[in-house]
C-alpha cells in the first residue's frame, strides 16, 4: 500500500517537473511578452472579449459625463469651430506622432516600429525598437533645415541587458528610406508606463524631449536622472552652454508623463502636457529650471517651490498625449490643440491677449482615443489610437484625420 502511494507521488513529482519546466522554457522563450504584446497592449476587438468591451464602454461614458460635469468651458466669446473630417490613412497600428513633409506628405510613426508615409505606406521598420505597454516607436520631428540635411529624429525605446529605456536618435531620410543613424541620447529610463516620448524642435533650434517616470517615483526628483523631465539638447546631441543645469540635459524636472509639448512662436512660450496620477491631467508653461512637483504634489498646491501648472483637470481624466498650436485668425483667438486618449476629445484652450486661459468645448468627440494633432497650413491632423490596449478598435480606429476649418 505505502508502496504505491510513494510510486503514484513519483508520477505526480515527474508531471509538476515536466508541466513547470514547460513554463519555464514558454516564459523564456517570450510568451509572456508574447501574450501581453498580442492581448493587452495592441488587442483586435475580438480579443478583448465582450466583458472588457463593456468594460471600456462604461469607462468612457462615465468620463465623458464627468466632462460635462466639470462646466469649466463655455462658447461665450469664441463661436464654435465649423469642421469638415476626411480619413487620410487607415489600418494604421497605433499612429503615435505625425510630422507634414516639405513635399506635402505626411510622415506617421506607428508604435511597434514602423515609419509610414501615408499614401505609400511603411518606409522603414526600427528593429531595435522595443514595443512593450506605453513604450515603442514614439515621437519624431524634422529638422529646422530638412530641406538641406534631410534629417528626422526619433524618440524610441530599446532594451539593453533585459531594461527597458529611450533613446533619441537621428537618421538621413534618403529617398523614402531611413539611413544613418546617430544615437543623440539614450539611456532615458523606460517601462512599460510612462515613457514620455514627445520631441519638438524650439525656436533657437534646440531639441525639447519630455520624459516619464518610468513607474519610478524617486526619478522625477533626482537631478541626475533622465527620467521624469523635459530635456534640452543641440542638434547634435551636445548640451546647450544655456541650459538651467551645467552639464546636463535637464530642462525642467518633476515630471510624470508628459507626451506632448509646443512653443507658442509668437509669445515664446514653451507648453507641455502631462498625465496625472488620477485625473489630475496637466497643462504646464514650461520655465527653464523649474519644478513642477511631482510626486511631491498634484496639480498646484500653492507651494512656492513648484511651478503649478495652467490647466489641472480634477473631474474627469483627459489622458492628454500630443498637442499643437492654432494661431488665432478671424474672430478666434490663439488657442491649444491636445489630444486626449482616455478623454476621447480634442480639448481647445483659447488664449486671449490679456493672458487669461479658457478652456473652450472640444472638437472630435467621436472617434474614439485620440493621440496626437498636428496644425499645418490652415488643417488639422489627428491620430485615433483604439489599438493601444485600452480602447475597443472598430471603424474609427487608428487613422489619421484631417480636419479643415470653416470659420465664418
Ligand atoms: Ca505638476
Not at 490596449?389 to 487608428?398: A, M, Q
Request: charged share 30%; with cysteine.
Amino acid at each position: 500500500m505505502r508502496k504505491i502511494a510513494s510510486s503514484k507521488a513519483k508520477k505526480m513529482l515527474i508531471i509538476i517537473f515536466i508541466f513547470s519546466s514547460v513554463l519555464v522554457a514558454a516564459w523564456q522563450l517570450g510568451a509572456g511578452d508574447y501574450f501581453m504584446a498580442r492581448l493587452i497592449f495592441a488587442p483586435d476587438r475580438e480579443d478583448l472579449g465582450e466583458q472588457r468591451q463593456e468594460e471600456i464602454r462604461k469607462d468612457r461614458d462615465e468620463e465623458i459625463t464627468r466632462h460635462e460635469g466639470e462646466g469649466r468651458y463655455s462658447s461665450e466669446q469664441i463661436p464654435p469651430l465649423d469642421y469638415t473630417v476626411t480619413v487620410v490613412a487607415e489600418e494604421l497600428e497605433i499612429p503615435w506622432e505625425i510630422l507634414p513633409l516639405p513635399d506635402g506628405r505626411l510622415l506617421v510613426t506607428e508604435r511597434p516600429g514602423r515609419v509610414t508615409i501615408v499614401g505609400k505606406g511603411s518606409i522603414a521598420t526600427i528593429h531595435d525598437v522595443r514595443h512593450i505597454g506605453e513604450g515603442g516607436l514614439l515621437g519624431a520631428e524634422l529638422d529646422p533645415d530638412f530641406e538641406e540635411n534631410s534629417f528626422l529624429y526619433l524618440y524610441y525605446s530599446y532594451e539593453d541587458r533585459g531594461e527597458v529605456y529611450n533613446r533619441v536618435s537621428r537618421f538621413v531620410f534618403q529617398e523614402d528610406s531611413l539611413e544613418e543613424e546617430t544615437v543623440l541620447l539614450d539611456n532615458i529610463p523606460g517601462d512599460r508606463f510612462h515613457n514620455g516620448g514627445r520631441i519638438r524642435f524650439g525656436p533657437e533650434g534646440v531639441l525639447f524631449i519630455t520624459t516619464g517616470d518610468a513607474s519610478d517615483k524617486s526619478l522625477p526628483q533626482d537631478l541626475s536622472s533622465l527620467a521624469g523631465k523635459i530635456l534640452r539638447i543641440n542638434p547634435d546631441g551636445s548640451i546647450p552652454e544655456d541650459n538651467p543645469f551645467p552639464d546636463s540635459p535637464v530642462y525642467s524636472y518633476g515630471h510624470r508623463n508628459p507626451q506632448g509639448i509646443v512653443w507658442d512662436p509668437d509669445k515664446d512660450i514653451l507648453y507641455s502636457s502631462e498625465h496625472g496620477p488620477t485625473r489630475q491631467d496637466e497643462v504646464n508653461v514650461i520655465f527653464p529650471g523649474k519644478n513642477y512637483g511631482w510626486p511631491i504634489v498634484e496639480c498646484g498646491e500653492g507651494e512656492s517651490d513648484f511651478e503649478d501648472p495652467i490647466i489641472c483637470y480634477t473631474e474627469f481624466t483627459l489622458a492628454p498625449s500630443g498637442m499643437d498650436f492654432f494661431p488665432g485668425q478671424g474672430e478666434y483667438p490663439d488657442q491649444l490643440f491636445i489630444a486626449g486618449l482616455r478623454g476621447n476629445m480634442v480639448k481647445r484652450i483659447a488664449l486671449d491677449d490679456e493672458g487669461s486661459i479658457l478652456d473652450r468645448e472640444p472638437i472630435l468627440t467621436n472617434w474614439g482615443r485620440l493621440r496626437t494633432v498636428r496644425y499645418h497650413e490652415g488643417n488639422l491632423y489627428v491620430a485615433t489610437n483604439d489599438r493601444d490596449g485600452r480602447g475597443i478598435p472598430d471603424e474609427t480606429s487608428d487613422l489619421i484625420l484631417k480636419v479643415e476649418f470653416q470659420p465664418d
